[in-house]
């Protein structure tokens, strides 16, 4: 077992960071996380875990969960790409990000691990997998969350080349697995096609994707082999939505989607969304934006995690069919 040693998990109450906390519980370190007292700790609750309350926000609760601790794991992210006013991405995914990178920098960190987004990475032409280095090739269509994690990851790059703070900055993919209890949103999607209510796919449609215990694994490897001021790809393979789907219907014994539908339908949906948003005057999750996201991923090359955190992912097919399965039986204990 690794030496015992003090972390905190900022963010511990979402899918990842709750697996994260987890995966240092285990390995037996002292834990503690910061949460929000407003937060649903479900996916922690059965670990013996340090609490402290507090949001990125209150310096006072930042610094004092932070003192002693060897290592930050930062799981904080605001995810509503949806959001027709788009301040609160920013206050939250950069302004509220900066603050604590202020604090760490102060803290004698030996390492901050920082949870991106592939939507960070560059997007492969001509049936080639993006790497990190490659340069983002996509400035503009990805909307204000895409712009506001791109300045959040440049936030904290830039702390590591300047200020000397040890962080490292992981590009999580879409993650799937068990215990995702709220659930994410392309969580909801898995359970909906296990449950039998999606009957069709949409042809062209695919996504990079991961095991969350996977992912997790990752971010603690990156605390002890991670080079600061390096980013890293944590997704495990390009899955179609027609697999996607079909995987996590056929894991619970349903039929699998059989009807593909145009991209275009999707797009004109997306243009429907977004122009009753406008009318409405409220946020819609499906408009052209969140659309265009789906349309723009493409390949990504995980090697330079394997290679120099030691990372080697299991088939993310298996995490969508164990996600299955703990929608299935949750619904069944609630329905019982």
């Not at 649903?40 to 507090?54: K, Q």
């Not at 610094?63 to 790409?81: E, K, L």
């Not at 789906?294 to 996600?323: F, M, N, V």
């Amino acid at each position: 077992m690794a030496d015992r040693r003090t972390v905190l998990v900022m963010g511990a109450s979402g899918f990842l960071g709750s697996h994260v906390t987890r995966q240092l519980v285990d390995r037996g370190d002292r834990v503690r996380v910061l949460l929000r007292r407003s937060s649903s700790s479900r996916g922690i609750d059965d670990l013996d875990v340090e609490r402290h309350y507090g949001d990125i926000f209150d310096e006072d609760a930042v610094r004092t969960a932070m003192a002693g601790c060897s290592a930050v794991f930062y799981c904080v992210v605001d995810t509503r790409a949806w959001l027709r006013d788009p301040a609160p991405l920013f206050r939250t995914n950069v302004e509220g990000l900066r603050g604590v990178l202020d604090i760490a920098v102060e803290a004698g960190l030996q390492s901050f691990v920082f949870t991106s987004t592939i939507g960070a990475v560059a997007v492969g032409k001509n049936g080639r997998s993006a790497a990190e280095d490659d340069p983002f090739n996509w400035p503009g269509k990805g909307g204000p969350y895409i712009e506001s994690r791109r300045q959040a990851e440049d936030l904290v790059l830039r702390y590591a080349r300047e200020c000397g703070l040890p962080a490292v900055a992981m590009c999580v993919s879409n993650t799937y697995g068990p215990l995702d209890w709220q659930p994410t949103p392309h969580g909801a999607m898995i359970a909906a096609a296990a449950l039998g209510r999606i009957p069709v796919y949409f042809n062209g449609v695919g996504s990079e994707v991961v095991g969350v215990e996977d992912a997790a694994q990752a971010l603690v490897l990156a605390a002890e082999h991670g080079t600061a001021g390096e980013r890293y790809i944590v997704s495990e393979r390009y899955i179609t939505q027609r697999e996607l789907f079909g995987t996590a219907a056929q894991s619970v014994g349903r039929v699998a989607p059989r009807i593909g539908l145009p991209m275009g339908l999707l797009y004109a949906v997306g243009a429907v969304g977004g122009l009753l948003g406008t009318l409405l005057r409220r946020d819609t999750p499906v408009n052209l934006t969140s659309v265009r996201l789906l349309d723009l991923t493409s390949p990504l090359d995980h090697a330079k995690a394997t290679r120099e955190l030691g990372w080697q992912p299991r088939p993310a097919t298996e995490a969508i069919g164990r996600a299955a399965e703990f929608y299935v039986q949750r619904y069944r204990k609630a329905s019982a």
